[in-house]
T-cell receptor
Framework: GESVGLHLPTLSVQEGDNSIINCAYSNSASDYFIWYKQESGKGPQFIIDIRSNMDKRQGQRVTVLLNKTVKHLSLQIAATQPGDSAVYFCAEDTLGRLYFGRGTQLTVWP | GAGVSQSPSNKVTEKGKDVELRCDPISGHTALYWYRQSLGQGLEFLIYFQGNSAPDKSGLPSDRFSAERTGGSVSTLTIQRTQQEDSAVYLC????????????FGSGTRLTVV
């Protein structure tokens, strides 16, 4: 069936470097995508979203890129900080239901 | 309250017992979702309520699972005759009518079946 997946299960970066977390989706009908951050023992926290009529959206230190041609989504975190260490999930909204990928564990080393 | 509230935060139950998990969504949010997250895994959709419409129950794994939403607000997820494979974190989320700013999740209920 159609699903959202992630290319890498883990990512380690040095503090201050930029991080890029990737996500592939297969449902061409999805029109809304969300990135979530989940820290240990907590629920997923909204980071940034993007609609399918856009290819880029920027927030504070984060940028989401959407490439509909290859059905690829990425999250860029600028100047990564230790507090960014968490599991990051991409999710696609299809007909009001969110489908999640497995997640990428981001570890930031001081 | 300001966020989605779930109770209890932790629940340990014996195999075969029934459990009820509660979710208080953000006031004014018409959509409410239940997800299950097993250790180290992504989120698995369970059920979706939208306003007064019939709920989308297509994600419930078996007939031991049921959920209701009273008065368009509080929701209860019930698991009957719990099994060890039911052990997971159960997450609730709600969203505004437009849903544009994502779905706000609660902190979840960690269920352990022993």
């Amino acid at each position: 069936g159609e699903s959202v997946g992630l290319h890498l299960p883990t990512l380690s970066v040095q503090e201050g470097d930029n991080s890029i977390i990737n996500c592939a989706y297969s449902n061409s009908a999805s029109d809304y995508f969300i990135w979530y951050k989940q820290e240990s023992g907590k629920g997923p926290q909204f980071i940034i979203d993007i609609r399918s009529n856009m290819d880029k959206r920027q927030g504070q230190r984060v940028t989401v890129l959407l490439n509909k041609t290859v059905k690829h989504l990425s999250l860029q975190i600028a100047a990564t900080q230790p507090g960014d260490s968490a599991v990051y999930f991409c999710a696609e909204d299809t007909l009001g239901r969110l489908y999640f990928g497995r997640g990428t564990q981001l570890t930031v080393w001081p | 309250g300001a966020g989605v509230s779930q109770s209890p935060s932790n629940k340990v139950t014996e195999k075969g017992k029934d459990v009820e998990l509660r979710c208080d969504p953000i006031s004014g949010h018409t959509a409410l979702y239940w997800y299950r997250q097993s250790l180290g895994q992504g989120l698995e959709f369970l059920i979706y309520f939208q306003g007064n419409s019939a709920p989308d129950k297509s994600g419930l794994p078996s007939d031991r699972f049921s959920a209701e939403r009273t008065g368009g607000s509080v929701s209860t997820l019930t698991i009957q005759r719990t099994q060890q494979e039911d052990s997971a974190v159960y997450l609730c989320a709600s969203s505004s009518p437009t849903g544009f700013y994502g779905y706000t999740f609660g902190s979840g209920t960690r269920l352990t079946v022993v």
